[in-house]
């Protein structure tokens, strides 16, 4: 499920500046603070963290464009528990809540 | 060419992931020979129209509903799905499947694009809003990106004028052509590995053949910076529906005091000109006076509309759906319950039928049940009458209307309880049931085009002038009716009315309702206003016109100051936001949830709901002195 090499060239270009290193261990884009700006490490959902059936969570993430190697920015958050929040990814714009944004590992 | 293709018609299908301007590129191909009807079996609307290519063929084009994948979730994607699969018994399958790309973001499209493929039917891939893609520096190499795909790739911009040329030259070609017959579709649900090989194969295409400038909408990031503030955010969301309803309140006066003129002074000829006697009453009283009294809401109602199609087409909807989100889901609803909800303000048909965007059934199920609470248009005239005829007209703070403030309270108290009654169905019917996700796109802003909120005015106020040729209609020349007959006898002293059927009928009801300060007239008018609220207005317009005879010719409003108590005007307003009063709203929760039961649920609490406002109401209104 690695992606390395798998650049889109044309996302955001804050995570030069944001300064993560390649490094770090992939943490969840639930946790992440406005304004975080990274890649997509891989999609991994807990047991028990969505109450829909078995996959689907994984398939509605990658048919809105979370997949691996995508280019991702935290934009705007809600104003009660900083919650839902609206990432950037690669070029368009997505509404999800931090509890289904804990699959998406980030670095 | 073959005789087939001289006779007989094409029929092509556009389909695409949401806000890819879809609907404004059906509307530029087909413009106003437009056909809206349902599915049969399920409540999905069938938009369809005819197109005629440039070389006269005629092409008959359906609009599926948007989708980013054939793995419907929705009863709105199954559609898609089995339209473009051929498995739907009532529809042959399309011959050719136009697939419709916002050119600046096509990431979700050409995955889209790379699944139907494996449809294996023609298909031709449509890249919208050319034009705004060149402005912000996309570049997109066409040839590369067809030869990539193995598809037919065509440019059009559809608000511009002959921005869709190109394609009605290229479908012309497509429909002149021999099509084949379908083959058997190789389509399966993808798995998550096919999702992710099939997205990034489309990362791959886009990478060889787009290039996309360095930055993203800047005006769309601006303008977020603001709209989704938490605080800012929130703010203008209130004030801009603040301004919608003291627009419906003041804008639309001078058009109304228009269409009120001119049906009085329609009725002053019937009287000048017809003798007196039935004839005279039935077009005066029945006719004139309950048609005209609900057609002078037609202003009032397009302003509604256009402040909601405006708002729908800059994409702000979806931003007040991320607003709204944890407010909503603190009452137990979905953020996209909110779209759903805000449409209910017009009317709540539409309203539950949009709830088909919500995925969840048991989400979907809370949101038609508290959708009738919104304040509909059809409340509008009720209110402003009993509004403008008890509440004083003066400013408060310097700068808004008394007037509009009730209205703005009314309007609240409707909002509250619904978020109130989802919040106790789920707390004590639903606990166990699981939260489903909230994930949306946000378009980028876009200015609405002055032709697609005209066409989507133009349709409403069509709905609404058949629905008062129709059942409003109707309903006056029965109540009329019921109001006139039997004829007082001869010699009689009392208001001719006091001998009809409609009085007996209200006063038969009239112990019921006297707790909650109603009395006969406003039973009998209660009980066509089930039909339709607005009807309530004309019906007891037509009551007491009767009752008071040739010389009620003043206005509804002046005679109920004058008969009625305010506290009655209060409860009659409390008893509105409530009352389940809408034979069609019922009829559609019937159909929407496939059940009598939740139609029956709805009726029970909305009438309990109702009658207990209207008691309290009326009785804090009594000790107050208002009685």
């Known amino acids: ?80 528990g900083r919650d839902p929040i609206a990432v950037r990814i690669n070029n368009a714009t997505v509404a999800l809540r931090r509890r289904e944004a804990m699959a998406i590992f980030v670095i | 060419m073959t005789v087939m293709a001289e006779t007989g018609t094409r029929r092509f299908a556009l389909i695409g992931t949401p806000n890819s301007g879809k609907t404004a590129l059906f509307n530029a191909l087909t413009g106003s020979r437009q056909k809206v009807a349902n599915y049969p079996g399920v409540t999905v609307e069938r938009k369809s129209g005819a197109l005629r290519t440039p070389s006269g063929r ?80 996309v570049e997109i190499d066409i040839d590369k990106l067809s030869a990539e795909l193995g598809v037919p790739v065509i440019t059009a911009a559809a608000v511009r004028r002959g921005g869709t040329d190109e394609l009605l030259r290229r479908l012309d070609e497509m429909a002149a052509g021999e099509m084949g017959t379908p083959a058997a579709s190789a389509w399966q649900a993808p798995t998550t590995s096919e ?14 053949a787009v290039k996309l400038p360095a930055k993203p909408d800047t005006l769309t990031t601006r303008l977020d910076a603001v709209l989704l503030h938490p605080v800012a955010g929130l703010v203008i969301l209130l004030a801009i529906l603040f ?12 058009a109304m005091d228009l269409i009120q003129s001119g049906f009085d002074g329609l009725g002053t000829l019937v009287q000048t000109w017809v003798p007196d006697g039935l004839v005279q009453s039935f077009l005066k009283d029945g006719v004139i006076n309950g048609v005209g009294s609900v057609l002078v809401f037609l202003p009032q109602i397009l302003i509604l509309f256009l402040f909601i199609l405006l708002l729908e087409d800059l994409g702000y909807m979806a931003r007040a759906a991320f607003l709204m ?4 889901g603190g009452a137990g609803l979905h953020g996209r319950a909110f779209i759903p909800l805000l449409s209910s303000f017009a009317c709540a048909i539409p309203g539950i039928m949009a ?46 209307s008394l007037q509009g403030l009730v209205m703005f309270g009314l309007y609240t108290v409707g909002i509250v309880s619904a978020l109130g009654v989802s919040f106790i169905a789920k707390q004590f019917f639903w606990r166990d049931t699981p939260t489903p996700p909230f994930m949306l796109e946000l378009p980028d802003y876009k200015l609405p085009r002055p032709r697609s909120v005209l066409m989507g005015l133009y349709t409403r106020a069509k709905m609404f002038l058949q629905r008062a040729g129709t059942t409003i209609f109707s309903m006056m020349v029965l109540i009329w009716f019921l109001a006139s007959f039997p004829r007082p006898p001869a010699g009689a002293t009392e208001p001719a009315i006091d001998f009809s059927i409609a009085a007996w009928l209200g006063h038969l009801i009239e112990p019921l309702l006297a707790p909650v300060g109603f009395n006969w007239q406003i039973s009998v008018a209660l009980i066509p206003g089930m039909a339709a609220r607005e009807v309530a207005v004309a019906a007891l317009g037509t009551v007491y016109s009767i009752e008071g005879g040739k010389e009620a010719a003043e206005q509804i409003g002046q005679v109920l100051a004058n008969k009625w108590t305010l506290a009655t005007a209060l409860a009659m307003l409390a008893w509105y936001v409530f009352a389940p009063q809408c034979a069609s709203t019922l009829a559609v929760i019937k159909r929407e949830t496939g059940s009598w039961k939740w139609m029956a649920v709805t009726f029970a609490y909305m009438l309990t709901l109702a009658y207990i406002a209207a008691l309290i109401t009326y009785n804090v209104a009594v000790a107050l002195g208002a009685g």
């Open chain 2, 58 to 137: 005629s092409v008959s084009l359906v609009d599926l509903p948007g989708t980013y994948s054939l793995r419907a979730r929705s009863p709105d994607e199954e559609v898609t799905r089995d339209v473009v699969l051929g498995r739907l018994a009532s529809e042959t399958a399309p011959d050719l499947l136009v697939c419709v790309a916002d050119a600046t973001n096509l990431r979700l499209a050409l995955r889209l694009v790379l699944e139907l493929k494996s449809v294996g039917r023609p298909l031709l891939l449509v890249l919208n809003m050319i034009d705004i893609a060149k402005h912000r520096g």
């Open chain 2, 355 to 400: 709830t088909r965007v919500i995925d969840n059934p048991r989400d979907r199920l809370t949101t038609i049940l508290v959708a009738p609470l919104m304040t509909c248009s059809a409340r509008i005239p009720v209110y402003t009458l009993i509004i403008s005829a008890f509440i004083p007209n003066k400013e408060v703070w310097g700068f808004a």
């Open chain 1, 1 to 80: 499920m690695a992606t390395n090499g798998h650049s889109n060239g044309h996302g955001p270009n804050g995570h030069a500046a944001n300064g993560h290193n390649g490094g770090s261990a992939p943490a969840p884009l639930g946790h992440a603070p406005r304004g975080f700006s990274g890649r997509i490490e891989t999609i991994v959902v807990a047991e028990g963290a969505s109450d829909l059936p078995e996959g689907e969570l994984e398939r509605r993430l990658i048919e809105l464009g979370f997949t691996e190697g995508a280019a991702v920015e935290i934009l705007h958050e809600g104003a009660f």
């Open chain 2, 325 to 328: 989100d944890r407010i909503m």
């Open chain 2, 195 to 208: 999702l992710r090989a099939a997205q990034r194969e489309a990362d791959r295409i886009i990478k060889a």
């Open chain 2, 243 to 254: 301004v919608m309803f003291q627009a419906v309140f003041s804008w639309a006066q001078p």
